[in-house]
């Protein structure tokens, strides 16, 4: 386990400097010019000459691989840089959001594992019953409905037509301090939309794996033994059957990331997404390569989790990959 996790560990770093790369060198082609948005509107009226010097003070006028290399040989001794569009360090900007961001993705995926789980366990006990039926239905619904969407109708039933919850924000608008109340209920809708956007792909493989393994012989054998169905379902198929779902965690981490941007968007939660966008608009050079970065980084370690998980589960498959 340690000689994998260490050659991960190495090949992740030629992954991240080419990421980082890759973010100077499309920010440097985009047609956004970071100076006029740094400005803002004073940029309207500035001259010419005062946008040169602006531009120098920044550093934007040097050549994209020199911005990143001064970046990056920063950012090895812990200075990601200032924020051109926060005003402020990129460190401190992240440290302020990430913990959010954190929450809302933790509490979503515990959702998306808890519920796809039980609920194709169900399914798979009674394949072809009215509960396989309706949830495998929903499940492929699900799948093409994007985030954004699910968040909408989510603020329009829960909180427009029926009131129970908030439509959005880290608490309520009066409130004078941040309260664990108020964020809990806050945190419920886009947590539960985030979690039923990934919720599909578990169902979908919890089912199929858990049907398949209550075909197979080890199985069929623990019946003929006179093993209840419970102990059958849950110590034999449901320990076989949860294998391919070990592999899932870390292929939904990408869209995990993504599906939690337009989440946090859609309820104007206080997470990395605003600044991402406005990273991204404004091509705040500094902020958006470490947001790239730390996307990137959680992506590797989702990937390095499974393979982990995988490994302890099914000793056969043992850690030399």
């Known amino acids: 386990m340690a000689r994998m996790t260490g050659r991960r560990l190495l090949s992740a770093a030629p992954v991240l400097l080419a990421v980082t790369l890759g973010v100077f060198a499309v920010a440097a082609l985009s047609p956004f010019d970071p100076v006029k948005a740094y400005a803002g509107t004073a940029g309207l009226t500035a001259s010419a000459a005062e946008l040169d010097q602006l531009r120098a003070n ?8 020199a911005r990143w290399w001064d970046w990056l040989t920063s950012a090895l001794t812990g200075d990601l840089g200032n924020s051109t569009t926060l005003r402020g360090p990129v460190a401190d900007a992240i440290a302020e959001r990430l913990g959010w961001s954190a929450l809302l993705a933790g ?30 239905a929903l499940a492929y619904t699900l799948e093409a409905a994007p985030a954004f969407w699910l968040g909408l109708l989510a603020i329009w039933l829960f909180a427009v037509r029926l009131g129970v919850l908030p439509s959005g924000g880290l608490t309520d608008a009066a409130a004078d301090t ?60 449901l320990r076989s059957g949860m294998l391919p779902v070990l592999t899932l965690i870390g292929s939904r981490v990408p869209e995990l990331i993504t599906g939690a941007l337009l989440v946090e968007t859609v309820f104007s939660w206080p997470g990395i997404a605003a600044a991402t966008v406005q990273a991204a608009t404004s091509v705040d050079f500094p902020l958006l390569a470490a947001l790239t970065v730390l996307a990137t980084v959680a992506v590797l370690a989702g990937n390095l989790l499974s393979d982990l998980l995988y490994g302890l589960a099914d000793p056969r498959v043992g850690f030399d990959g």
């Open 107 to 136: 509490c979503a995926f515990a959702v998306a594992v808890l519920l796809g789980t039980a609920l194709g366990v169900l399914a798979a006990r009674r394949r072809g019953g009215a509960l396989d039926r309706t949830v495998s």
């Open 178 to 237: 941040v309260t664990a109340g108020q964020v809990a209920s806050h945190l419920v809708l886009p947590a539960l939309v985030l979690g039923i956007s990934q919720l599909p792909w578990f169902f979908l493989y919890v089912r199929q794996g858990v049907a398949d393994a209550l075909d197979e012989d080890p199985v069929r054998g623990a019946r003929a033994r006179g093993l209840s169905p419970r102990r059958v379902l849950v110590g034999h198929a």
């Open 58 to 65: 920044l550093g934007a006028d040097r050549p994209f691989p």
